[in-house]
């Protein structure tokens, strides 16, 4: 072999592992350990990352470039695609949809960081087999890699948990487990993920299944801690994948008390989160004032209020929780 040859060979495995580095090469694959969420180390892992906002209407943000500087600029470990159902989603265009969910999983793989890819709908209990579709799709192609967690459901609405979500929660995990036996999922509950604690007894029997807890600081305060606690101890892991600063219309300013106390409880629970949203739309959760790029970038007078305060927690958080 010539010396340049080699030195081609270096260089391109350098970049490889470059690539690699990130909170996947540090945790590996994620799994439920009681009421706690692992890495293959055996100790708790809290990601903290940003949401996406809805697929068919924020598109402009599901690029390589937006979750390269969620990772550069934000220190995210986790970023959290939220994958449009109905109102012009998948089920009008599956196609151009998996396209976009597909974009940014390959990016968080690149950087080495962990990928939500959400079904973001609160009727996905009437399409059962487009998220069968869906997920068996993504888990196929993505199954062997580490950095995959599937939201099969974000926020239900008034259904119940016994009835109606968990025959379709497990219709859809049967769909990726055929192709991924291994990676976590995190099961969307009542109430816009809220009423985490009608679960308890009635738990999953994916023994990688946790569950999805959503707040908006504003709107939700100490009963829903009641709640998400009770369910803690009742040995149900959860993640939020999906929280607000501002009231749960997605609007007004940031509740800072509020914000406060639930950055503790995720703090003192080892919590996964992701922030809503990496949106340039006229309201208080947005984390771009309008016109912000679809490649990153961004300066801070390009954040608003929220958007500043949510970078600062992520740069700052532990993966420990602490």
């Known amino acids: 072999m010539t010396t340049v040859a080699a030195l081609v060979i270096l260089a391109t495995t350098w970049g490889s592992v470059q690539d690699a580095k990130g909170p996947v090469a540090e945790h590996g694959r994620l799994q439920v350990k009681g009421n706690r969420i ?27 470039e937006t979750v390269a500087w969620l990772k ?54 009437k399409y059962p087999e487009a998220a069968e579709r869906f997920f068996g799709e993504l888990a196929k192609k993505y199954g062997d890699k580490p950095n995959i967690i599937y939201e099969t459901y974000n926020e239900p609405v008034r259904v119940s948990w016994k009835d109606v979500l968990k025959p379709y929660h497990e219709r859809v995990i049967g769909a990726i487990r055929a192709h991924d036996k291994h990676n976590l999922i995190v099961a969307g509950t009542p109430l816009w993920s809220q009423n985490v604690d009608d679960v308890i007894g009635a ?29 803690l101890d009742a040995g149900l892991a959860l993640m ?27 703090r003192a629970n080892h919590l996964s989160h992701c922030n809503w949203s990496i949106a340039d739309k006229v309201e208080g959760a947005a984390a771009l004032k309008p016109g912000a790029s679809g490649k990153g970038g961004w300066k801070d007078e390009e954040l608003t209020d929220s958007g500043r305060f949510v970078r600062e927690l992520i740069r700052t958080w532990s993966a420990s929780g602490g």
């Open 38 to 64: 692992v890495g293959q180390h055996g100790k708790p892992v809290s990601l903290a990352g940003m949401s996406l906002f809805w697929s068919q209407w924020m598109p402009q943000y599901y690029t390589a």
């Open 72 to 125: 550069k600029d934000w220190n995210a470990t986790v970023v959290r695609a939220a994958i449009a159902v109905g109102s012009g989603g998948y089920l009008t265009h599956p196609d151009a949809e998996m396209k976009k969910a597909q974009t940014v999983v390959d990016a968080a793989i690149k950087e080495g960081l962990y990928v939500i890819v959400d079904w973001h709908s609160h009727d996905a209990e």
């Open 203 to 231: 738990q999953l029997d994916d023994p990688n299944t946790a569950y999805v807890l959503h707040f908006y600081a504003g709107t939700h305060k100490q009963e829903l801690r009641n709640r998400a606690q009770k369910a």
């Open 240 to 266: 939020v994948t999906e929280w607000g600063t501002v009231n749960a219309n997605g609007d007004g300013a940031i509740d800072r008390e509020s914000t406060a106390a639930w950055v503790a409880f995720m």
